[in-house]
C-alpha cells in the first residue's frame, strides 16, 4: 500500500492568513492526489483532484500543486467556514489511502 | 443534484455480519465507482473498497476476505456486507461516487452523510 503523510498535523490560523498544508506519498504517484475538507459530523468534500484542478463550486481561495510525492493545498486567504480537517487520498493505485489529516482550527 | 443515504442498523452484534445499503438519487447508478469508505471515531479515513456498474469489484486487501460488494441496477442501490465483525470495526460507514474511470475512479465527488455503526454485544 502507499503511505500517505500530512504535515503539520494541526495547526491555528486567523481570518485572512494563508495556509499550506503539505502531503507526502511513499512513492510517486504522478499528480494523482486528491484533497478533501471535513468539517466535524460531516461527511468529507472534495476540494481538489488529479493535484491541482478545482471541484466545481469549491472556492478559488484553495488551490493544489506537486508531482511525484509531495504535494501542497493552499488556501489564500483563510475564511470562517474554513476550518476544519483537511485530507489528502492517492488514487493511483489500490487501495486508495488518506494521509492521517490536517486539523485548522482559530489562533 | 446527486445525493446519497446509507441505511441499515446502527448496532451490529461480534462475529455477526454488518450490511448497510447506499440509495443514490438525483443520477443513475452506472457509469461510476460505488465506494464505501469507514472512519472510527476520532480516527483517520479508511477505503473498503468499490463497485462498478459492471459489477466488478476492488477491495481493501485489508478486508478483502470478510467484504462483498454489490449494486442493484434496479433499485439505483449498492450495497456492503462485512462479515465477523469485532470492535475494530465501530466506524462511520459513508458510501460515496467515484469519477468515470482510471484514477478518478478514486475522486470521490460525492458523500452519503455517514451512518455510525458500532459493533457491541
Known amino acids: 500500500d502507499i503511505q500517505m503523510t500530512q504535515s503539520p498535523s494541526a495547526l491555528s490560523a486567523s481570518v485572512g492568513d494563508r495556509v499550506i498544508i503539505s502531503c507526502r506519498a511513499s512513492q510517486s504517484i504522478n499528480r494523482y492526489l486528491n484533497w478533501y475538507q471535513q468539517k466535524p459530523g460531516e461527511a468529507p468534500n472534495l476540494l481538489i483532484h488529479a493535484a491541482s484542478t478545482l471541484q466545481s463550486g469549491v472556492p478559488s481561495r484553495f488551490s493544489g500543486s506537486g508531482s511525484a510525492t509531495d504535494y501542497t493545498l493552499t488556501i489564500s486567504s483563510l475564511q470562517p467556514e474554513d476550518f476544519a480537517t483537511y485530507y489528502c487520498e492517492q488514487s493511483y493505485s489500490t487501495p486508495f489511502t488518506f494521509g492521517p489529516g490536517t486539523k485548522v482550527d482559530i489562533k | 443534484q446527486v445525493q446519497l443515504q446509507e441505511s441499515g442498523p446502527g448496532l451490529v452484534t461480534p462475529s455477526e455480519t454488518l450490511s448497510l445499503t447506499c440509495t443514490v438519487s438525483?443520477?443513475?447508478?452506472?457509469?461510476?465507482?460505488w465506494t464505501w469508505i469507514r472512519q472510527p471515531p476520532g480516527k483517520e479515513l479508511e477505503y473498503i473498497g468499490y463497485v462498478f456498474h459492471s459489477g466488478s469489484t476492488n477491495y481493501n486487501p485489508s478486508l478483502e476476505s470478510r467484504v462483498t460488494m454489490s449494486l442493484d441496477m434496479s433499485k439505483n442501490q449498492f450495497s456492503l456486507r462485512l462479515t465477523s465483525v469485532t470492535a475494530a470495526d465501530t466506524a462511520v460507514y459513508y458510501c460515496?461516487?467515484?469519477?468515470?474511470?482510471?484514477?478518478?475512479?478514486?475522486?470521490?465527488?460525492?458523500w452519503g452523510q455517514g451512518t455510525l455503526v458500532t459493533v457491541s454485544s
Open positions: 460515496a461516487r467515484g469519477g468515470v474511470g482510471g484514477h478518478d475512479r478514486g475522486s470521490l465527488d460525492y
Open positions: 438525483g443520477g443513475s447508478i452506472s457509469n461510476y465507482y
